[in-house]
């Protein structure tokens, strides 16, 4: 893959903590996640050469802000050939923890598409997550839909699974 970072900041070299600023990034070729949606089912057809049943993600774009300790990421989009991840949170430099929001919008990618995708947008709420952890342990929630609460409070619910 290929990968292009911008930032135009201030801060003290050596103190990651210390800078303020903003860029943009883009990702491309990348082998970011694999969402196989009927699981075993969709293992076998992978394996059979039809993978018609996993959604993979390979390219990611968006701009971010680093405030001292907090990097935050506004819009992140995280696209496949037929589905993208939308995503918005930020990630804590000093602890190294995640908090994000996440929505699989599935058929934006392909643009034929993209006029009925965007009308199904209303539908997309039960494919709404929140990650949190680290990176190298992350935690998925599910939101429960409507009752879903703003950045900050709790009200999601752990899927243990993950």
């Known amino acids: 893959g290929a990968a ?3 930032f135009i900041g201030s801060g003290i070299v ?3 903590l210390s800078f303020d600023g903003e860029g943009t990034y883009q990702i491309s070729g990348a082998d970011f996640y694999q969402l196989q949606l009927f699981g075993g089912l969709s293992r076998i057809f992978d394996n059979a050469g039809l993978p018609i049943t996993t959604l993979r993600f390979e390219d990611a774009d968006g701009e971010f802000d680093v405030d001292k300790r907090f990097v935050r990421f506004p819009e992140l989009r995280i696209r496949g050939r037929v589905a993208q991840i939308r995503s918005e949170g930020n990630y804590d430099l000093a602890d190294g923890e995640l908090d994000f929001k996440a929505q699989l919008q ?3 990618s392909v643009p034929i598409f993209e006029l009925p995708a965007r009308l199904l947008d209303i539908f997309t709420g039960i494919f709404e997550v929140q990650l949190t952890g680290t990176i190298a342990e992350p935690k998925w929630n599910l939101f429960r839909g409507a009752q879903r609460n703003e950045p900050g409070e709790t009200g999601a ?6």
Do not use: A, Y
């Open 106 to 108: 599935p058929f934006r």
């Open 157 to 162: 619910k752990e899927n243990p699974s993950n």
């Open 14 to 16: 050596g103190d990651s």
């Open 4 to 6: 292009n970072l911008e």
